[in-house]
């Protein structure tokens, strides 16, 4: 496992480097499989807004993680996004996850491998840019001077998509504009479980009873993780109904819920004509 800050190191010699957004995030993702304890990492900008985009996520499990919270509006990236602080839960199956967001937890557990979620608000200043998410396929506390990294990681990355995002000639697209509060291991919300403690088993994959494999090393671009069907089937439901974008995205959502699918499922069936939203469909 790397040494305290050796993510953050890697990260920040990105300074130097002219990349794109989806890039920047697929590095600092990877960076945090490859030398922090977690199984799978995942960025998304705006994750509470009907623009909401995930810019990369290592594998299946980090994307179904990403699909589920923008679904249920519930789980640690949109509390992490609203609080503007970092959250940690260490396992999942604990009463205090089902107590803040009972379907998201139970979702997760349905649907995929995950027993561990963390989510640290990707900010400079005032503004919220996005969030980090990451997941661990056991549960258990998550090693403090790692932690620190982490924390470390999210503020270079909230940096380098700031200054992606104002530089000369670009046109930076909508932030969360908050005063937030300052990333730190007092101002964590989670369930006390930051203790730092060590595990003799940390380092070796085997010793977690599966491996670390993230599945074939492909590129999924932006259609996959921008989603940009559930942004084309609000624009549709809002022209149906004379709503709003957050109300569509609302409505969208319920009958996702109603009929215990995926919020892009939904959308594909709007955007295809299959679905039309009326007044009646309450």
Same mark, same amino acid.
């Given at each position: 496992?790397? !040494?305290?800050? &050796?993510?953050?190191?890697?990260?920040?010699?990105?300074?130097?480097?002219?990349?794109?957004?989806?890039?920047? &995030?697929?590095?600092?993702?990877?960076?945090?499989? =490859?030398?922090?304890?977690?199984?799978?990492?995942?960025? @998304?900008?705006?994750?509470?807004?009907?623009?909401?985009?995930?810019?990369?996520?290592?594998?299946?499990?980090?994307?179904?993680?990403?699909?589920?919270?923008?679904?249920?509006?519930?789980?640690?990236?949109?509390?992490?996004?609203?609080?503007?602080?970092?959250? @940690?839960?260490?396992?999942?199956?604990?009463?205090?996850?089902?107590? @803040?967001?009972?379907?998201?937890?139970?979702?997760?557990?349905?649907?995929?491998? &995950?027993?561990?979620?963390? &989510?640290?608000?990707?900010?400079?200043?005032?503004?919220?840019?996005?969030? $980090?998410?990451?997941?661990?396929?056991?549960?258990?506390?998550?090693?403090?001077?790692?932690?620190?990294?982490?924390?470390?990681?999210?503020?270079?990355?909230?940096?380098?998509?700031?200054?992606?995002?104002?530089?000369?000639?670009?046109?930076?697209?909508?932030?969360? =504009?908050?005063?937030?509060?300052?990333?730190?291991?007092?101002?964590?919300?989670?369930?006390?479980?930051? =203790?730092?403690?060590?595990?003799?088993?940390?380092?070796?994959?085997?010793?977690?009873?599966?491996?670390?494999?993230?599945?074939?090393?492909?590129?999924?671009? =932006?259609?996959?993780?921008?989603?940009?069907?559930?942004?084309?089937?609000?624009?549709?439901?809002?022209?149906?109904?004379?709503?709003?974008?957050?109300?569509? $995205?609302?409505?969208?959502?319920?009958?996702?819920?109603?009929?215990?699918?995926?919020?892009?499922?939904?959308?594909?069936?709007?955007? !295809?004509?299959?679905?039309?939203?009326?007044?009646?469909?309450?």
């Amino acid at each position: 496992m790397a !040494e305290r800050g &050796a993510v953050t190191g890697r990260i920040a010699r990105l300074v130097a480097e002219d990349l794109d957004e989806e890039t920047l &995030a697929r590095l600092v993702c990877q960076a945090c499989v =490859d030398d922090l304890d977690v199984d799978g990492a995942a960025i @998304s900008v705006l994750p509470t807004r009907p623009s909401r985009r995930t810019l990369w996520a290592t594998d299946e499990t980090a994307l179904a993680l990403e699909d589920l919270q923008f679904t249920l509006n519930e789980g640690v990236c949109i509390e992490a996004a609203t609080t503007g602080l970092p959250v @940690s839960v260490s396992d999942l199956a604990r009463t205090t996850a089902h107590t @803040s967001w009972p379907v998201f937890a139970a979702e997760v557990a349905t649907r995929t491998p &995950a027993k561990a979620l963390y &989510a640290l608000p990707l900010y400079w200043g005032a503004v919220t840019i996005g969030v $980090l998410d990451l997941y661990r396929r056991r549960a258990g506390a998550f090693p403090t001077r790692q932690w620190q990294d982490l924390l470390g990681v999210a503020e270079v990355t909230a940096l380098l998509l700031l200054r992606r995002r104002t530089r000369p000639g670009s046109r930076p697209p909508p932030v969360d =504009d908050r005063t937030s509060a300052g990333i730190g291991m007092d101002n964590a919300i989670g369930d006390g479980t930051l =203790d730092g403690v060590g595990d003799s088993r940390r380092g070796n994959p085997a010793a977690d009873g599966g491996h670390r494999g993230h599945g074939p090393d492909t590129a999924m671009g =932006d259609g996959v993780f921008g989603r940009p069907e559930i942004h084309q089937a609000v624009g549709m439901v809002l022209v149906q109904l004379g709503i709003g974008p957050e109300e569509a $995205l609302t409505r969208m959502r319920a009958r996702a819920f109603a009929e215990q699918r995926m919020l892009v499922d939904v959308a594909r069936d709007v955007v !295809e004509r299959r679905l039309v939203f009326t007044e009646e469909m309450r």
